[in-house]
């Protein structure tokens, strides 16, 4: 039943103790916030809305259709969630479902739980500003506005996860940025793609079954402030992400990995390679074979243990 | 005489502008055992859920002489139990336990004489020991037997039970109407089932495009069986 | 606790508070990534201690190695570390000429080291405690109620919702039929309803989430979640946590010293 579920949320081991601590405090902030939001906009329905729709999502990714050659796509469903029901209902529910995920399934470390919760609040803040920004431009009179507006949005949000996760393993240490962005955007490029298709289906069912629902969630309150958050999120990912390479030698990620304690007794912490990949003498086709390996390494094991959870779960 | 329920001039739509009761009147007594039938779309659960205030229509309901209005819902919702026809949508909780605990924890009781309700909700549906189990490894027969074992732990003085014997299979059919028959409270059951009315309740109404068509007793109403097919029931 | 079905006396370690569970777990979780890089004696105890408290705890073998499994495709993308992380060579892949450093191979096996035995003490702690358990004692270390309250309410659902996906999955599998030579759907039609099957999934909790409610509502809701679960911290609980407060507290000195 839960053939879907393969990990795409950082386990533990991969995130130092402080970056992880980090997390959870930007975490227990976030989740403040969502509760506040929701509890205005649901009132006494709040827990058994939110609760049970997180439960959708949560099957949602389990409705999966072959791609080619074996692979089969799925959604993440941060964007579907922030559309329909709003930038702060959607939040809460994305973080309830990196909860039990972590929590009761082990897809997810404990101790990075804050990290995965925020990756995907910010990709449900990021997906529903950008959606209806978009809505806007496309023009709100016309049929198909949605439904794009959503392909894009959805696919926007799912590069924001895989942006801000590759920061994040990078700021720890555990891969160098050089290494882990642009394999990460390659992959999540074509998960979102996929998510892009899955959720503007979705939203033109609802647009044509239910229109009233997606009203709500467009009109939701908080949308302001998700507006706000949203950009700064995708403002200091872009300034993180750009800092280093403009800055060139002295490693800005390295600095902040410094400040947050990460200290020079422990040699691997520090270790930056200056984004260029070391292994190679010279040439830049090598870093592209090591990364077109790594990629193939990692969707190879994503339909491995694809295939031997679905065989558990049908027996 | 004063009745333990009072329906006068009762009218409901729903938003999207469908009309689901239309004028109607009824009384129900304490101690009677009341089959609610009518067709699909006939407006039986949309009654059911007049009698505790979920929904509010136009007219007069009153459960046991008070009005059912807002500021009364706490003890209206003390004086009717409704079951519903998903148990999954009853059975919210993690374990049996705390969902029959549910109610009479809401309604201020002290621990102590909520696990005694518990215990005797469970027992009076022959459910007793099956405080740890979880919801989601459960029959659907049991999850039936557990709905109406939450809301018994309530103590109602009315039972409200939408199709309790739907996509039953005949044995958890069985156990449910055993159940019903030993119910010392005032029944009303929306249901499609006529042997299930045949043989645990003795007035039954007939509804049908959100009017009452027949109110009478059991045995008269089910022996006309032109009436009942015209109104879709057979 | 009122209907719970165990009592301290009879169970001894096996009857551990959920809190103290949580609490060690992490701080286990906690210890584990603060061992210094390349202590592999000291990687070993900790494997043996969590072994031995699953033994205790009657958590299978199996259980723990099998759920370990979900996280591989993170572990298999360390594997190019040994190579992109600059030190002294090693080995040298023959024909390509990557070289292996001995430093990228201290963090690659460190992160897995890491990984596999903070998974397997998350599984420990989900295998071993009910999950109305586990949320009780978040409860009570300080998790919002409404938070906790959402996440039962998920769990809860999570089968009901999931079997409603499955039933669609297998409507959808009945209906595709194949025909030899005649192309498949493409990928985006393919894609398209998967869509509409998640919009209607979508419609038929949101539908469900309102009729709970009201179920809700007719037991006297009143947007407070309230529970009576009562479970007492006895003696093994302050041991265990006591010992894993310790265990931090020397993995901490061992990194100072």
């Known amino acids: 039943m839960f053939s879907g579920l393969i990990a795409l949320h950082i386990p533990d081991g991969f995130i130092t103790p402080s970056v992880a601590g980090l997390g959870w405090l930007m975490c227990v902030l976030v989740i403040w916030m969502a509760t506040r939001q929701t509890r205005t906009q649901f009132g006494e329905a709040q827990v058994p809305v939110m609760g049970v729709l997180a439960a959708f999502i949560f099957a ?89 507006a959503a392909m894009i949005a959805a696919w926007i949000s799912v590069e924001i996860g895989a942006v801000a996760t590759a920061l994040e393993l990078a700021v720890s240490g555990t891969f160098p940025l050089g290494l882990s962005l642009p394999a990460m955007t390659l992959i999540y490029g074509i998960v979102g793609v996929c998510e892009g298709v899955i959720t503007a289906a979705a939203i033109s069912l609802l647009q044509v079954s239910r229109p009233e629902v997606l009203r709500g969630g467009e009109e939701s309150q908080g949308k302001i402030s998700a507006a706000w958050l949203s950009s700064g999120m995708a403002l200091a990912l872009v300034i993180a992400l750009f800092s280093p390479l403009a800055s060139g030698a002295p490693d800005g990620l390295e600095v902040v990995a410094h400040q947050l304690g990460a200290s020079e007794s422990e ?34 094991s994503v339909l491995a243990v694809g295939h031997l959870v679905a065989r558990r779960s049908e027996e | 005489m004063s009745c333990l329920v009072e329906i006068k001039n009762l009218s409901f739509s729903y938003q999207d502008g469908r009309t689901a009761l239309q004028e109607l009147d009824l009384s129900i007594c304490e101690g009677e055992k009341v089959g609610i039938v009518g067709s699909n779309g006939a407006g039986k659960s949309t009654l059911l859920l007049q009698l505790n205030g979920v929904l509010q229509g136009t007219g007069d309901v009153r459960i046991a002489g008070d009005q059912v209005c807002r500021q009364n819902l706490g003890r209206i919702r003390s004086l009717v139990g409704l079951v519903f026809q998903d148990p999954d949508d009853q059975l919210f909780s993690p374990t049996v336990f705390e969902d029959v605990a549910f109610g009479p924890l809401y309604m201020g009781l002290d621990e102590s004489a909520v696990s005694l309700r518990v215990r005797e909700a469970l027992e009076s549906v ?109 | ?137 978040l409860r009570k270390l300080g998790v919002p109620t409404t938070l906790v309250a959402i996440i039962g309410f998920m769990y809860r659902y999570l089968f009901v919702i999931g079997e409603e996906a499955g039933q669609m999955i297998r409507a959808r599998a009945a209906r595709s039929a194949q025909i030899p030579h005649h192309r498949r759907p493409s990928v985006f039609w393919q894609g398209r309803v998967s869509g509409l099957m998640v919009g209607s999934l979508f419609l038929r909790a949101l539908a469900r989430s309102e009729r709970i409610y009201v179920a809700m509502l007719s037991r006297g809701y009143d947007g407070h979640p309230r529970s009576m679960l009562h479970l007492r911290m006895v003696a093994w609980d302050w041991i265990v946590v006591i010992g894993s407060g310790l265990l931090l507290a020397l993995i901490l000195w061992g990194r100072m010293a």
């Open chain 3, 1 to 137: 606790m009122q209907g719970s079905t165990r009592s301290p006396e009879t169970g001894g370690m096996r009857s551990l508070d959920p809190r103290t569970k949580v609490v060690a777990v992490v701080l286990f979780i906690l210890a584990v990534n603060l061992i210094p890089a390349g202590a592999w004696p000291v990687y070993l105890v900790l494997l043996a201690l969590l072994w031995s408290a699953a033994v205790v705890l009657h958590v299978g073998m199996l259980v723990l190695l099998r759920r370990s499994l979900v996280a591989v495709p993170f572990v298999l993308a360390v594997v190019v570390l040994p190579f992109t992380t600059p030190g002294a060579a090693i080995y040298e892949l023959p024909g390509l000429g990557w070289q292996i450093s001995r430093e990228g191979m201290t963090l690659f096996l460190t992160i897995l080291c890491r990984f596999f035995l903070a998974v397997q003490a998350a599984v420990l702690l989900a295998a071993s405690t009910p999950v109305s358990e586990l949320l009780w004692g």
């Open chain 1, 60 to 148: 949602a990714q389990a409705i999966n259709f072959p791609i080619m050659a074996g692979t089969s796509g799925h959604l993440v469903g941060a964007a579907l969630a922030g559309i329909v029901m709003g930038p702060w209902a959607g939040s809460l529910i994305m973080a309830a479902v990196v909860i039990v995920q972590g929590l009761i399934f082990q897809d997810g470390g404990l101790l990075v739980m804050g990290w995965n919760v925020i990756n995907m609040v910010a990709a449900v803040l990021v997906g529903s500003s950008a959606y209806l920004v978009i809505f806007r431009i496309l023009g709100t009179d016309r049929k198909r506005s949605r439904p794009l």
């Open chain 2, 126 to 234: 022959g459910m007793d020991g099956m405080e740890e189990r979880v919801p989601n490894r459960m029959s659907l027969g049991e999850k039936k037997l557990v709905a109406i074992a939450t809301v018994l732990a309530m103590r109602p003085r009315i039972l409200a039970l939408d199709e309790p014997t739907a996509a039953l299979d005949a044995r958890a059919r069985r156990t449910i109407l055993g159940v019903l028959k030993h119910l010392d409270e005032t029944l009303v059951v929306a249901t499609h089932d006529l042997s299930l009315v045949a043989e645990v309740l003795d007035r039954t109404i007939v509804m049908d495009r959100g009017e009452v068509v027949a109110d009478g007793p059991t045995a008269e109403i089910l022996r006309d069986e032109a009436f009942l097919a015209e109104h879709g029931l057979i």
């Open chain 1, 267 to 300: 040699p691997f912490l520090s270790i930056f390679p200056d984004y260029s990949v070391s292994f190679i003498s010279s040439s830049v086709y090598s870093t592209i074979v090591a990364m077109v390996i790594g990629v193939i390494m990692v969707f190879s």
